[in-house]
């Protein structure tokens, strides 16, 4: 297919056709919309302001190559480098997971219940209640392990002004991203390489923790074949997958972990798969911890447990 012309609307129209074919039109269209914004900062107000906008010949074949790379499936926040997360950005690519809503959800959920039990000062973009944000600032050490993009350290950092914020990861690749972003967001967070299945960090093991929050890999190897290609074909899967024989192998060694190193009135916070409400519930009690809640997510699916120390 030839385009007419290398106006917006007729580059639009082309490479949305081109989309269409693995996308569907609505996504289609909301892709190039993304990447006219991204590389040009064209968006609908300036299309319809003026009919006749053009692109030159190099931004046309910018546009070219971003559409080629999601022809291949190639989620679109890899191949602008970016994606939005608790309305901050963060650089992600192919060594880190897409930041997720339900991890945002995780975030804001986490912010606020330690607004109220530590009286740490919120950013001021954060509005938690009132009679939360009354209470005295007190320093909180909080520790996210498998930080990967390091989405959950940073804006927790931003959010909560007096935390001292540590972040783990086993992926020497996933850390030069989540400090490219700590240095982005102007945030300060301690970046530790280690496995949490076998820690050896003098300092990771050493510290007392107020908070203990992972996201860790909980998708079961079975559940692939439910997934989209772009996932599959481009996230890490270190950082998605376990074994259907243990999948909650990293929930166990982090509450094992825990009980040494949480402080007291200290909580652990997971995101965890939907589909193990239950079993998270039975391992929290298997290990004596008696006050567990697990809450729901926007579609309103087990996806945070918090544990008390
Ligand atoms: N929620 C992510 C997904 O469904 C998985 C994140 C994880 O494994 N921690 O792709």
């Known amino acids: 297919m030839k385009m007419s012309s290398n106006s917006v609307r007729d580059c639009r129209r082309h490479y949305a056709g081109e989309l ?7 996504e289609a269209n909301a892709l190039i919309m993304i990447l006219l914004e991204h590389y040009f900062n064209i968006n609908r107000v300036k299309i319809a302001m003026n009919p006749d906008l053009r692109l030159s010949e190099s931004e046309l074949l910018t546009l070219h190559f971003a559409v080629k790379e999601l022809l291949k499936n190639k989620p679109v926040q890899y ?3 970016e994606a939005e997360f608790c309305d901050m950005k963060f650089f992600v690519d192919e060594n880190v997971l897409i930041p997720r809503p339900e991890t945002e959800e995780l975030v804001n959920q986490l912010v606020s219940w330690s607004v109220s039990q ?10 938690p209640k009132r009679s939360e944000v009354e209470k005295s600032p007190a320093n909180i050490s909080i520790l996210d392990i498998g930080t990967g993009s390091g989405c959950i350290a940073v804006s927790v950092a931003k959010l909560l002004k007096n935390s001292a914020v ?10 030069e ?15 530790i390489l280690d496995d949490i299945l076998n820690p050896q960090n003098s300092e990771l093991i050493e510290n007392q923790y107020d908070i203990i929050v992972s996201n860790p890999p909980y998708v079961c190897e079975s559940e692939k074949r439910e997934m989209r290609a772009n996932v599959l074909e481009h996230e890490p899967a270190t950082a998605l997958f376990v074994s259907d024989n243990d999948p909650l192998i990293f929930y166990r060694k982090i509450l094992e972990f825990a009980q040494k190193a949480l402080r007291p009135n200290g909580e652990v916070w997971f995101e965890i798969n939907e589909r193990f409400g239950k079993e998270m519930r039975a391992l929290c009690l298997e ?6 809640e697990i809450i729901n997510d926007f579609r309103g699916r087990d996806r945070v447990v918090r544990v008390q120390s």
Do not use: M
């Open 20 to 26: 269409e074919k693995i996308y569907g039109s609505n």
């Open 79 to 81: 191949v602008i480098g």
């Open 118 to 127: 530590f009286g740490v000062n919120p950013h001021p973009s954060f509005r």
């Open 166 to 175: 540590t972040a783990v990861d086993i992926s020497e690749k996933a850390l």
């Open 177 to 191: 991203v989540a400090k490219k972003n700590a240095q982005a967001n102007g945030v300060d967070v301690r970046f």
């Open 287 to 292: 290990k004596g911890l008696q006050n567990v």
